[in-house]
């Protein structure tokens, strides 16, 4: 049963519509796959009724955007209860705080020539989509300024440039008790990717454990070996699940459908700590 619980799709910074990505999924092979979004529910309608159509299992997630001393650190909430106050409170202070932002970045970036405005992103990020980064990439492909997501992001986007702006992020520890009081279950999305950047100790992990974190997503394509053995035995001692996934953003990463897959027994244990009324959808296969 070949499950991939990490995906993208333009309700935040993939490149397709949440029904294309569970097509995609269909076409890969995929028994089971999680929608998880940056910081917004709004994909889930369109997934859902996808899924029913390709007969592929849905599990609804978010991936919320966190930061610790300004280290990124990203947290998969599975099954969360979308009307949970606390959650969705920071879902849209993180939101908000991301258009602002993306307004200071393109306005520095005008000043500088570099041929991109505001308009031009939003039309890339399309209405109601959680903007980011990637959109300014995408603007800044079609002016021909760059010529792919990575390139833009190795120059203009990257993290210390001159360009670059803060966002608001929640603390990882109080996305882990919010995950957690929406009634979902809350991974830590590729731990120790050192290569996208700096990243967090074990400490603040073992908090995030202490605080109710049920797994950490070891098998992901930004680990190398070393990093998903450290993984494998920090969640061991932390008495944490592996998960393994593709964090699949369409044509905006080389990322692939199924490159790393969960265990059906981790997704059983998904199933069994969630305490929301958000199920895994699940469809009925000839």
Request: hydrophobic letters at 40%.
């Amino acid at each position: 049963m070949p499950i991939d619980l990490h995906t993208h799709s333009t309700a935040s910074d993939g490149t397709q519509p949440p029904d294309e990505v569970i097509a995609s999924a269909a076409a890969a092979g995929l028994d089971v796959v999680a929608l998880t979004d940056h910081d917004t529910y709004a994909g889930w309608p369109a997934a859902v009724v996808a899924a029913h159509e390709v007969g592929v299992d849905l599990v609804r997630g978010v991936e919320v955007s966190c930061s610790r001393r300004g280290v990124s650190v990203h947290l998969l909430g599975y099954l969360v209860d979308p009307e949970s106050p606390g959650l969705l409170r920071e879902l849209e202070r993180a939101r908000e705080s991301r258009v602002t932002r993306i307004d200071r970045m393109v306005a520095l970036m005008a000043a500088d020539g570099i041929p991109v405005t505001i308009e031009e992103v939003r039309a890339k990020a399309g209405v109601g989509t959680t903007m980011g980064r990637p959109h300014i990439a995408d603007a800044l492909v079609a002016s021909g300024f760059v010529r792919t997501r990575d390139e833009a992001f190795t120059d203009v986007l990257r993290n210390g440039s001159r360009y670059y702006v803060s966002h608001y992020a929640p603390d990882p520890v109080l996305a882990v008790q919010l995950v957690r009081e929406a009634g979902g279950v809350p991974v830590m999305a590729h731990p120790f990717a050192n290569g996208r950047g700096w990243t967090v100790d074990e400490a603040v992990i073992e908090e995030m454990a202490d605080a109710g974190l049920a797994g950490l997503e070891a098998h992901h394509r930004d680990h190398r070996p070393a990093e998903v053995l450290q993984a494998e035995e920090l969640a061991a001692r932390l008495g944490l699940f592996v998960t393994g996934s593709s964090d699949y953003h369409g044509a905006g990463k080389e990322n692939q459908l199924g490159e790393n897959t969960t265990a059906p027994t981790v997704l059983a244990q998904i199933e069994e700590q969630a305490t929301s009324n958000t199920d895994v959808v699940r469809v009925r296969r000839a």
